[in-house]
Structures are given as structure tokens and as C-alpha cells.
């Protein structure tokens, strides 16, 4: 099986949600025949990087790589759309705001990404007092 290229397999797409632009936190997708790249003929399934939210996105919906952003640590050139709000560097995986995160946008792009990680916090939450109440929580989780 050959690697699918990394282009493919974490497009760049704007979420229909919150409306920001970088890479997904999660994709699922189907193969083509030969396993060596991304069957476009069927929907991706994308988690949003920012607010968290999972969305269907077609070909039409990836954003072309026309410019490049290099990494504070390594200084490595990373291909991405010039609208990314953030950019994950392919040598360290470092998230960095990308070219269109300034002013009013980092704002709001900061704004999301602390609603969705409160969110996710709440929702741990939640389910750890469920199941102490049920009585069904391991005593390490405690």
C-alpha cells in the first residue's frame, strides 16, 4: 500500500459552522481502487479543527495551497491557502495562527477554540458525574 499524500487526506476546507479555514482535527474518508489515494466520487466526513463540529465536504470543498507558511520552531515551508486562520507544520506538528489569523479573526478564531474546548471540558465532565452516579466509574478515575 502506498501513502496517501498528506494534501488528500487533511484538505484544507473553510467549516461550515464557524466559518474559519485550516486543516481537519479528524477525517474520515474511502480509498480508491489501488489504496494510493483519496475516492473523491464520495463525501469526506471532517471534524473542524476550531469549533469541533463534523461536516460532509467534496473536492469542491478543499482550498488550494497557493502560498506557503514556514514554522517558528523549524522553519519548515508548509503548503497552505493564503485565507488559513491556522497552519499545522508537517515537520513538527506545531498549530500556528496562519496568514489570514490577525486583528478581528484571531480574535474570533481564540473565541471559538475556547467555546469548543470549554464545551468539551463540560462534556467530560457531565459524563464522569453519570457514571459515578451509576456507579459504573473505575476506581483510578476517580
Given at each position: 500500500m502506498t501513502e496517501i499524500p498528506r494534501e488528500e487526506r487533511t484538505?484544507?476546507?473553510?467549516?461550515?459552522?464557524?466559518?474559519?479555514?485550516g486543516e481537519p482535527d479528524s477525517a474520515d474518508y474511502t480509498l480508491?481502487?489501488?489504496?494510493?489515494?483519496?475516492?473523491?466520487?464520495?463525501?469526506?466526513?471532517?471534524?473542524?479543527g476550531f469549533c469541533r463540529t463534523r461536516t460532509r465536504i467534496t473536492s469542491t470543498d478543499v482550498l488550494d495551497r497557493d502560498m506557503e507558511h514556514a514554522c517558528s520552531r523549524c522553519g519548515i515551508r508548509t503548503a497552505?491557502?493564503?485565507?488559513?486562520?491556522?497552519?499545522v507544520c508537517w515537520g513538527r506538528?506545531?498549530?500556528?495562527?496562519?496568514?489570514?489569523?490577525?486583528?478581528?479573526?484571531?480574535t474570533y478564531r481564540q473565541?471559538?477554540?475556547?467555546?469548543?474546548?470549554?464545551?468539551?471540558?463540560?462534556?467530560?465532565?457531565?459524563a464522569k458525574q453519570d457514571a459515578c452516579?451509576?456507579?459504573?466509574?473505575?476506581?483510578?478515575?476517580s
Amino acid at each position: 500500500m502506498t501513502e496517501i499524500p498528506r494534501e488528500e487526506r487533511t484538505p484544507y476546507f473553510a467549516c461550515t459552522v464557524c466559518g474559519l479555514i485550516g486543516e481537519p482535527d479528524s477525517a474520515d474518508y474511502t480509498l480508491t481502487v489501488d489504496r494510493g489515494h483519496v475516492d473523491w466520487t464520495r463525501p469526506m466526513t471532517v471534524g473542524c479543527g476550531f469549533c469541533r463540529t463534523r461536516t460532509r465536504i467534496t473536492s469542491t470543498d478543499v482550498l488550494d495551497r497557493d502560498m506557503e507558511h514556514a514554522c517558528s520552531r523549524c522553519g519548515i515551508r508548509t503548503a497552505c491557502p493564503a485565507d488559513a486562520d491556522r497552519v499545522v507544520c508537517w515537520g513538527r506538528g506545531l498549530n500556528e495562527p496562519g496568514a489570514a489569523s490577525v486583528g478581528d479573526r484571531a480574535t474570533y478564531r481564540q473565541d471559538v477554540e475556547h467555546g469548543a474546548n470549554q464545551w468539551a471540558t463540560a462534556r467530560v465532565r457531565v459524563a464522569k458525574q453519570d457514571a459515578c452516579a451509576r456507579g459504573a466509574l473505575p476506581g483510578w478515575a476517580s
